[in-house]
């Protein structure tokens, strides 16, 4: 059996506290590795550690700290296969769905790479006599990153790349599910010259996240998983006087109008729908047709295609999807297709009888499909976090509107039309944080943000591009005067630029 420690201060080291997590392999089923999962006192090692190199890393000039991570990409680059693998193995994911899963990481780190110039400050000559006035920006120190299951590449680059990039040290804390590639990426940001102590791996659930929210010396922590947890931590968070992004669920729409090319359409709403499980927190999980007719031809060409999708192991390239992360988070999606069949609503496709022939144990359902949902639903007002997809029927465009903006979440949207005018007007007033026109999944590139609004996010500022950097560094602002010889005496008001 597979035993995964922790990383701090270089090395992978053993846990101490005795308590394990396991670690399936989703398509067999099977558990394939145990985490240890870390008390107060190791990751107060880690924090020790981490503040201990700090300073050095901070005071190494900005080129040379991204030297590092162009290493790092080379390193991501040849070991590409071998992590996609672990990656496809501990998710559940297929294996180019796991690549993809590293790419959007490593465009993140190929956005910090710019870091030498998005650091610099501002610089005004003369802004009052003899004044001159300029701003730098600086490494908080120490900050953290609590990452969820899903995305176990990504989501941790999108935070160690610009925040170590920043000169600050990190503390990952990744999904006790998918433990391995994070543990990986550590030790590739070693092998790239990366200074022990500046990444670190603490490996834990609740008690570790605790010990990072109430630790004195972590100075800002990056969140992304459910919305509870996302709220908890934002607010415990705050109380240490730390820095907190917290992203959440989500309940992704996607509107379809009457002119859309209900083609493209289909094929956009299967692939955002019950790619990687529907286990994406910008899946589309809900399709608002606008209008009874737009509705029925959704519905002919929709059904056939969810029926039709190919579930296979993770292994399999030409499987549309795999399992689902562990059996836990099985049940809880069938309990949902119950709830819907409860509550009133059509199943029109139902996978729950999904078995896959030779992998009896894996965690696998095929594709489900609701039609005739309602607002008041609780499939329709909870995020399901799986392979299914409900139709809700809107009567007109201003209905479809309301629906996403009025919702909870508010991570991501989409339209479908071949009308510029109303996709610009969805684009101007839905009240949600990522917009697609005609694009089912608008992941923003790296050098825009990314971020959702209302329960989806909490916090000011978005992950990675602009915003990473300034989440991850503190502005100082000099105002300078050298003595010129002219002696004017003290001022008792506030000073003003004259
Ligand atoms: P999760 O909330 O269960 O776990 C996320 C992290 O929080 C993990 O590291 C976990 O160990 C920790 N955690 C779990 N319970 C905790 C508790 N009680 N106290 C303290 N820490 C705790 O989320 P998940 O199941 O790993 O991920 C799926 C969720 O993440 C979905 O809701 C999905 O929409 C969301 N997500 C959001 C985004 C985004 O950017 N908005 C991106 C990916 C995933």
């Excluded at 080379?74 to 590409?80: F, M, S």
């Excluded at 610009?162 to 391995?180: Q, V």
């Excluded at 499909?369 to 995020?383: A, P, S």
């Excluded at 996403?404 to 007007?425: C, K, L, M, Q, W």
Aim: aromatic share 8%; charged share 25%; net charge neutral.
């Amino acid at each position: 059996m597979r035993l995964i420690g922790h990383f701090i201060g270089g090395r992978e080291v053993k846990g101490t506290s005795g308590r394990t997590a396991d670690v399936f392999e989703p398509m067999t089923g099977t558990v394939q590795a145990k985490v240890d999962l870390a008390t107060r006192a190791e990751l107060r090692a880690a924090v020790e550690n981490a503040k201990a190199a700090q300073p050095e890393w901070g005071a190494t000039n900005p080129q040379r700290r991204v030297r590092v991570l162009m290493k790092f990409l080379e390193l991501v680059a040849r070991d590409n296969d071998a992590l996609a693998e672990l990656l496809a193995r501990e998710h559940g994911k297929t294996l180019p769905d796991a690549k993809g899963d590293i790419l959007r990481g490593v465009e993140v780190v190929e956005f910090a790479l710019g870091i030498p110039q998005l650091m610099k400050g501002e610089y005004t000559e003369g802004a009052g006599p003899g004044i001159d006035i300029y701003s730098m920006r600086q490494p908080l120190g120490v900050v953290a990153g609590i990452t969820p299951f899903n995305f176990p590449a990504m989501i941790p680059m999108w935070k160690f790349a610009p925040a170590i990039a920043c000169g600050n040290a990190f503390i990952l804390k990744p999904s006790e599910r998918d433990p391995g590639v994070p543990m990986r990426l550590a030790e590739l940001m070693l092998e790239a010259g990366l200074p022990p102590g500046i990444l670190n791996v603490v490996n834990g659930d609740k008690e570790a996240v605790d010990a990072i929210l109430d630790d004195p010396d972590i100075r800002a922590v990056g969140f992304v998983g459910s919305s509870p947890i996302a709220q908890y931590i934002y607010e415990r968070a705050a109380a240490t006087g730390k820095r907190a992004q917290c992203f959440g669920g989500a309940k992704n729409h996607a509107i379809i109008m009457p002119d859309a090319d209900m083609d493209q359409t289909v094929d956009a709403l299967v692939g955002a729908g019950y790619g990687a499980a529907g286990e994406r927190c910008m899946a589309v999980s809900v399709a608002v047709p606008v209008g009874k007719t737009t509705a029925d031809r959704l519905m002919e060409k929709l059904i056939p295609r969810v029926e039709n999708l190919k579930i296979g192991p993770s292994i399999d390239p030409t499987a549309d999807f795999g399992p689902l992360v562990t059996k836990e988070a099985l049940n809880r999606v069938r309990n949902y297709v119950e709830i819907g069949i409860k509550e009133g609503a059509k199943l029109a496709v139902d996978g729950r009888g999904f078995k896959m022939q030779g992998y009896e144990n894996g965690f696998y359902m095929g594709g489900c499909l609701f039609d005739n949902v309602t607002k008041d639903m609780r499939i329709y007002k909870e995020e399901i976090f799986g392979p299914v997809l409900s139709v809700v029927r809107a009567h007109d465009y201003d209905e479809a509107l309301r629906l996403p903006s009025e919702h909870d979440y508010g991570n991501g949207v989409a339209i479908f039309t071949r009308d510029g005018d109303a996709a610009r007007d969805f684009a101007a007033r839905v009240n949600v944080g990522m917009v697609g026109i005609n694009v089912p999944i608008p992941v923003p590139v790296a050098y825009y943000t990314f971020g959702g609004w209302k329960r989806s996010g909490f916090g000011d500022l978005n992950q990675y591009g602009p915003d990473s950097v300034r989440f991850y560094t503190k502005t100082k602002t000099v105002t300078s005067r050298w003595p010129s010889g002219v002696k004017e005496g003290a001022e008792f008001s506030i000073p003003t630029m004259k």
